[in-house]
Structures are given as structure tokens and as C-alpha cells.
């Protein structure tokens, strides 16, 4: 769900760095009391997301726009099919068009690329995608809702939603065990702890130190394989996250070996945009 009050800020900066100088071309050439009907239409198969920004691109620049939504957000999107509609003055639709498209045509490309790495994950298996913070500045409200969109799940927030301890915290802190140790005795309660590990050595120290949580940077699946077998058995097994050189490819096969999440940066930082059209009926 995207709450107005999140995302209104947003569209309105958008708003403002489009239309800070009217438009020219719609004021000059058409008529003030034109009304006009216009279909976002997709140009490709894809999973829609983005309808409430969408609407409230248009809203924002003239409340008396009218707008209808035809396919929801998360749902799949055939090639020409009509997604949504708006109805109202043709400047006020000319002038929210590109801001609007821009938008939806980021989410829907992520909320595409997301379900197609759901898709990926074989019948049966317990893991889950997740994307990661990198996300475009100033976006990332949007470009989460549409990965939930695209049927896969969310890493954290933001750098105080959890504790997730990197290769620069390890050297600062001065080690995987000694990091633990002071993120358990100064972290909240409620967080559990995420380690990043580059090695099986460094797994055997997370474990031993009692991580929560281990991410498995840049394994390869030999490494995969013999990390989900040194704590298969244990008492009080840590959760697998493999993160690092992730492709569509490898998702199945990661699957397959037992991960229990598999974290992707590309699912917002290089999400190819879908292709979607406003189209005038009138």
C-alpha cells in the first residue's frame, strides 16, 4: 500500500521540475475547454504497478480529472492491453502525461523483472526473492511496492529498520566474531543479526558467534552447496541469504542447493523500464 503522504512529496517534485515553466506547447495550440479521453496502453507483455501514483500524478495537476483503473497493480498486462484511463481538460492530460509514465513505466518494468524471478523459483521451494537499498535516491517507496508487486519480498528499509553487518563493519569492528559480539550487546532486542561472510571460514566463525542471519557474498554454488550442508544439521541453524553476481540464470539452481533468500540489487538498480503509451481518444 502507498500512502498519499508519502507520495504526494514525490509527484509534486516531479511535477515541479517538468512544469516549472507552464507548457508551452499545450497552452499554445490547444483550446482551454478541449476535454479529452486518453488509455495507458502497454506496449508489451508486463506486470502492472503504479495505478495510486499514477492517478495521483493527474489529480495533482487538476482535480477534476477523472480516472479509471482497468488492470490492478501486480497483475500480468497482455501486449496492448488498456491498464488505465483518464478523462478531463486535454492541457491538464498533456501536461501530467510524461511525469505520470515515467513513473509507471519504472514500477511496472521492476514489478516485470521482480515476477520473473519469482517465476524462477521451483515448485515447492521455500525461498524467497528479496531486493536490496539499492534503489534509485528519492524513490524507494516506489521501487519496493512495485517488487511486492512483482510477487517477491523486501530486505530492509533502511539503514535503521535492521542489523546487517558488511565487510566495512567487520574490518572497523575488527573482525566477524567481534562485531557480533558488540552488535548483540548494543543493538535493540527485537533485531536479529545478519552477518555477510565472503568465505566458509567466515561461516564457521558466524556461526560459531551465533549469527541469525548469514549472507553469502559471492559464492559460487560448490561454496552454496557446502554451506547449506554445514548447517543443515545444526541446533540452531542461521537463515541463508546468497547475494552477490545473482542472475535470472542462477535463481533456480540457487533454489535447488537450499538457500533460504536470495537477494538481487538489479531488481531495482537495473530493471529495464516497461514500454507504456497514453493514447488520446479524443
Same mark, same amino acid.
Request: aromatic share 2%; net charge negative.
Given at each position: 500500500?502507498?500512502?498519499?503522504?508519502?507520495?504526494?512529496?514525490?509527484?509534486?517534485?516531479?511535477? /515541479?521540475e517538468?512544469?516549472? #515553466?507552464?507548457?508551452?506547447? !499545450?497552452?499554445? +495550440? =490547444?483550446? %482551454?475547454?478541449?476535454?479529452s479521453? *486518453?488509455?495507458?496502453?502497454?506496449?508489451?507483455?508486463?506486470v502492472?504497478?503504479?495505478?495510486?501514483?499514477?492517478?495521483?500524478?493527474?489529480?495533482?495537476?487538476?482535480?477534476?480529472?477523472?480516472f479509471?483503473?482497468?488492470?490492478?497493480?501486480?497483475?500480468?498486462?497482455?501486449?496492448?492491453?488498456?491498464?488505465?484511463?483518464?478523462?478531463?481538460?486535454?492541457?491538464?492530460?498533456?501536461?501530467?502525461?510524461?511525469?505520470?509514465?515515467n513513473? /509507471?513505466?519504472?514500477m511496472? #518494468?521492476?514489478?516485470?523483472? !521482480?515476477?520473473? +524471478? =519469482?517465476? %524462477?523459483?521451483?515448485?515447492?521451494? *521455500?525461498?524467497?526473492?528479496?531486493?536490496?537499498?539499492?534503489?534509485?535516491?528519492?524513490?524507494?517507496?516506489?521501487?519496493?511496492?512495485?517488487?511486492?508487486?512483482?510477487?517477491?519480498h523486501?530486505h530492509r528499509?533502511?539503514?535503521?529498520?535492521?542489523?546487517l553487518?558488511?565487510?566495512?563493519?567487520?574490518?572497523?569492528?575488527?573482525g566477524?566474531t567481534?562485531?557480533?559480539?558488540?552488535?548483540?550487546?548494543?543493538?535493540?532486542?527485537t533485531?536479529?543479526?545478519?552477518i555477510?561472510?565472503?568465505?566458509?571460514?567466515e561461516?564457521?566463525?558466524?556461526? %560459531?558467534?551465533?549469527?541469525?542471519?548469514?549472507?553469502?557474498?559471492?559464492?559460487?554454488d560448490?561454496?552454496?552447496?557446502a554451506?547449506?550442508?554445514?548447517?543443515?544439521?545444526?541446533?540452531?541453524?542461521?537463515?541463508?541469504?546468497?547475494?552477490g553476481?545473482?542472475?535470472?540464470?542462477?535463481?533456480?539452481s540457487?533454489?535447488?542447493?537450499g538457500?533460504?533468500?536470495?537477494?538481487?540489487?538489479?531488481?531495482?538498480?537495473?530493471?529495464?523500464?516497461?514500454?507504456?503509451?497514453l493514447?488520446f481518444?479524443?
Amino acid at each position: 500500500m502507498l500512502l498519499l503522504p508519502l507520495i504526494d512529496p514525490i509527484i509534486e517534485r516531479a511535477l /515541479v521540475e517538468d512544469l516549472a #515553466g507552464g507548457d508551452v506547447t !499545450a497552452e499554445s +495550440c =490547444v483550446s %482551454a475547454d478541449r476535454r479529452s479521453t *486518453a488509455q495507458a496502453i502497454a506496449k508489451s507483455p508486463l506486470v502492472v504497478s503504479g495505478g495510486i501514483v499514477f492517478r495521483r500524478v493527474f489529480e495533482l495537476v487538476d482535480s477534476s480529472v477523472r480516472f479509471e483503473q482497468l488492470v490492478a497493480d501486480g497483475e500480468r498486462a497482455s501486449d496492448r492491453k488498456v491498464i488505465w484511463r483518464v478523462e478531463g481538460p486535454a492541457r491538464s492530460l498533456l501536461m501530467a502525461e510524461r511525469t505520470a509514465l515515467n513513473f /509507471v513505466q519504472r514500477m511496472s #518494468g521492476t514489478a516485470t523483472l !521482480a515476477r520473473r +524471478c =519469482v517465476d %524462477a523459483i521451483p515448485s515447492g521451494s *521455500a525461498t524467497r526473492i528479496v531486493d536490496t537499498r539499492k534503489t534509485t535516491p528519492g524513490l524507494r517507496i516506489l521501487e519496493r511496492y512495485a517488487v511486492r508487486c512483482g510477487g517477491a519480498h523486501n530486505h530492509r528499509d533502511m539503514l535503521g529498520s535492521a542489523v546487517l553487518i558488511k565487510d566495512n563493519h567487520i574490518v572497523a569492528a575488527g573482525g566477524v566474531t567481534a562485531a557480533l559480539e558488540r552488535a548483540r550487546a548494543n543493538a535493540p532486542h527485537t533485531s536479529r543479526l545478519e552477518i555477510e561472510v565472503t568465505s566458509l571460514v567466515e561461516l564457521d566463525e558466524a556461526i %560459531a558467534a551465533g549469527a541469525d542471519i548469514v549472507l553469502l557474498d559471492h559464492f559460487d554454488d560448490e561454496m552454496i552447496r557446502a554451506a547449506v550442508e554445514k548447517t543443515r544439521a545444526l541446533p540452531r541453524r542461521p537463515i541463508l541469504e546468497a547475494s552477490g553476481n545473482i542472475t535470472e540464470a542462477r535463481i533456480t539452481s540457487l533454489a535447488n542447493l537450499g538457500v533460504d533468500v536470495i537477494s538481487m540489487g538489479a531488481l531495482t538498480h537495473s530493471a529495464p523500464a516497461a514500454d507504456i503509451s497514453l493514447d488520446f481518444l479524443s
